[in-house]
């Protein structure tokens, strides 16, 4: 069935009349953008959409949804930008903004080569969503206890990532030195690891490297390095709020492991965390392990007000804002390190039963 359907849609594509590959010769030709899109509700008639550049978030254009069609024209004196097609909330897709024709409801052939080989990356990567979901409800329909649950569901995330990290990682190369390339990289981020995405920042071109997201790729990346397993920690000083000031020097590298959770008020996952941390903490609590939370990204009232309600025993940071992740390398929380008691990172990006047995492994040193 799925192979039929695969087949109904190719012949669908070939025979919508706009979809024709001779646009392609008016795209390379144009001095001006069109770019056309329709969509599948109507209720957006007569609201604006915009066209927002992806390296930066600013509106770049704008133009009145009429019926289901939109229709933006203008000139263009950037390079190739990423962008997307936005109304409040809703994104109504992503292309390559070019002084040419572009039509978001048939991007795979009435486009430039630059935005065939955009949604052909996308095509890639959605395809491994769409398996890595598929897996995923054959795997709670068989597994029901829900530890194990929990344990292959990680194990089925790794496995994607890795799939999707390669995905992104062979665009990459092919488009090194374009905007396919910025996209690919962005990607790469989120699921590759960090030693290779240095190699591949390595490789790449000016077009990529005068992004703003990818200069913030580059700097966070090096700090990530700079702080990997096995260096030593660096040090800050931010003020409390109080009229005191904290160091993380005043815990890490005192001759003690030191369990480090980064982490904010606003934040689900950090305080699904929470009993975890609370159970390491209870057991192993002393003078050879300590606990030390760092609140990040967040405003301080609301920092406290959760530090009270969760009732977390162990010492914090509070009021640090942006420059842990900075210095660390780090752009998304939990993000929790373990440090050894000379100050050395000993692991990071513990989470759940992973950072259960890795604290156990050095307490029974």
Known sequence: MKKLFILWVAVAMLLLPACKQASNK????????????????????????????????????STVIVGVNYVFKGTTND????????EGRANFGTLILENAVIDMSCKDSLSTSLNMELAKMQKATAKQHQAEATERTELFKKVTEPMEKKRQNILLRERSSKVLAEIYKSYFLANSNNE???????????????????????????AVLSRQRVERIVKLNAAYMRTDIGKPFVDFTIDQGDGTTKSFSDYVGKGKYVLVDFWASWCGPCLAEVPVVTEVYEKYKGDKFEVLGVAVWDELEKTKAIFEKYKMPWPH???????PGELYGFQSIPHIILFAPDGTVVARGLRGEELKAKVAEVMQK
Do not use: F
Not at 29 to 36: A, L, P, Q, T
Not at 184 to 200: S, T, V
Not at 317 to 323: A, E, P, R, S, Y
């Open 317 to 323: 940071i509070l009021n640090t804002q942006k420059v």
């Open 79 to 86: 390079v190739p930008t990423y962008c997307s097609v936005v």
């Open 26 to 61: 008016h795209s390379v030709e144009s001095s001006s953008y069109e770019i056309k899109g329709k969509l599948n509700d109507s209720t957006y008639h007569g609201k604006t959409v915009y066209l927002v550049r992806h390296d930066d978030n600013v509106k770049i254009d």
């Open 180 to 206: 396919v390339g910025v996209v690919a990289l962005m990607g790469y981020e989120n699921y590759g690891n960090k030693q290779e995405l240095a190699q591949l920042i390595a490789k790449a071109g000016e």
